[in-house]
């Protein structure tokens, strides 16, 4: 990274084309904008989506935040969650902590809110200079000397200098240049179904959790929602493709490992079998050899998802796009520009990643044993952090320096 006092960014009006409109998406839109690049985005859905399960943005990410201008809404939408209690099978508390025991969030300066809040403050910051285009999908991309040339879904084409995949776990622009998805997953073996049920449940900003070894159900009530958020996750092998598009195999599933837990359980799968908005998928990192080839690149999940064990993905995301868009600038060649990219981020990505081993130990313990060496190791660390809270937070979300991008400015 260059630390020059001032740096003109090297844009000269390049033409970026990035699929998925989400967080990296917008976020590196944002940011290419702003130093000069003219930015088509394109998203599958009808529209940026709003609501959804809850995101945190910490350390590195949060200085980013702070140079995009969202510091006070992104405080005015945090949920402030303040508990998450750890329960057996049968409902009986075991251990309550604040959140960040678990996270090693900082409290006072990382948020947490809900996805949909996020997108939609980022479709906000460039829906008037960036070009967005709904209900589109990349059907195609040929790069030529000068330039990627996409045909889209719609039957329409066009031309761009640089290609972005900002499309998520799944996405489809790896899967177009790069090769299938199975080629770069670290799948755990574990699933998760997700559904919002009213919050009859007398909680807010807090989460409760029961377990049994590597079995996993919680309810989490963001703020003083009237809806909670219920997660079932068990283990399991690899999904076929058939598995993944098939909800009466996943309904199932969830309700046959769960069939015989007590407490709110027996309710909740009575809503899972008719939840109409069941999210299911499979708990994965994405690990890339390189985030680049040629004229297209990745950023977000798409490159680097973490998996939400380790609860960093959305702040790689937004300091992934943040990376890559001032590389962008910096360097008038883009293969010098994702080189830049990569060796600045990988190490950050590396380290978060690392995060999943401890997720899984003290989220889905995977023996009875486990479970209470995670009540006990809590309960130590409760009482350490009521006597004196740690303001730092985990090293691996703020390792990155990011002041040498301070000094570029628009060309
Ligand atoms: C249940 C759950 C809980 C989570 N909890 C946390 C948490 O606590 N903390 C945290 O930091 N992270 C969490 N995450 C992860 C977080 O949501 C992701 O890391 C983050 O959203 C990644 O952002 P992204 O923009 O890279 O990708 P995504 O948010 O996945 O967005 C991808 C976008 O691309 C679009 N798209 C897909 N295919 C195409 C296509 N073919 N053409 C065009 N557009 C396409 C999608 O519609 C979407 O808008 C959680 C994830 C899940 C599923």
Same mark, same amino acid.
């Given at each position: ?118 997108? =939609? ?35 329409? !084409? ?7 995949? +900002? ?5 489809? =622009? ?54 909670? !958020? ?16 098939? /909800?009466?195999? /996943? ?38 050899? /390189? ?42 060649? !883009? ?25 899984? +130990? ?16 809590? =309960? ?32």
């Amino acid at each position: 990274m260059s630390t020059a006092l001032s740096q003109k960014s090297h844009a000269n009006g390049r033409s970026v084309l990035i699929s998925g409109a989400s967080i990296a998406g917008p976020a590196l839109a944002y940011w290419l904008h702003r130093y000069g690049f003219a930015v088509t985005i394109i998203e599958r859905a009808g529209a940026v989506r709003g609501g959804g399960y809850p995101i945190d943005l910490r350390g590195n990410a949060m200085e980013v935040a702070d140079r995009m201008g969202l510091s006070a809404p992104l405080e005015e939408a945090h949920i402030d969650s303040r508990l998450v209690t750890f329960v057996d099978d049968s409902g009986k508390p075991m251990v309550s902590v604040r959140p960040e025991v678990i996270t090693g969030g900082r409290i006072g300066r990382d948020v947490e809110l809900p996805r949909g809040r996020l997108t =939609t403050l980022l479709y906000e910051l460039t829906r008037n200079t960036v070009s967005y285009r709904f209900n589109s999908s990349i059907a195609a991309l040929t790069e030529t000397e000068h330039g990627v040339d996409v045909s889209f879904d719609d039957g329409t !084409h066009g031309r761009f200098d640089l290609v972005i995949g +900002a499309d998520g776990l799944h996405s489809n =622009t790896r899967k177009l240049v790069f090769g299938p998805e199975h080629l770069f997953d670290r799948n755990i073996g574990f699933c998760f179904a997700g559904f919002e049920l009213p919050n009859t449940f007398g909680i807010s900003h807090e989460g409760v959790i029961a377990n049994r070894p590597g079995q996993m159900v919680t309810l989490y009530a963001p703020g003083n929602s009237e809806r909670v !958020h219920v997660f079932f996750n068990l283990a399991h092998p690899p999904l076929t493709s058939e598995q993944g598009r098939d /909800q009466v195999y /996943q309904r199932k599933l969830v309700t046959e490992a769960f069939a015989d837990w007590g407490w709110l359980v027996p309710d909740l799968l009575r809503a899972l079998a008719v939840a109409d908005d069941l999210y299911f998928d499979e708990i994965k990192q994405i690990k890339m050899p /390189q985030y680049s080839q040629g004229r297209i690149a990745l950023v977000g999940d798409a490159a680097y998802a973490p998996s939400f064990l380790t609860g960093t993905g959305t702040s790689l995301g937004l300091v992934g796009a943040y990376v890559l868009a001032s590389e962008l600038a910096l360097h008038a060649d !883009h293969g010098a520009a994702f080189a830049a990219y990569e060796r600045v981020v990988r190490p950050f990505v590396a380290a978060n990643h690392g995060i999943l081993e401890e997720g899984l +130990a003290s989220i889905i313990p995977l023996t009875h044993e486990a479970i209470d060496q995670r009540n006990r190791a809590l =309960t130590t660390a409760a009482a350490t952090s009521a006597e004196a809270p740690s303001a730092a937070g985990r090293i691996e979300h703020s390792m990155l320096d990011l002041s040498g991008y301070l000094s570029i400015s628009a060309q």
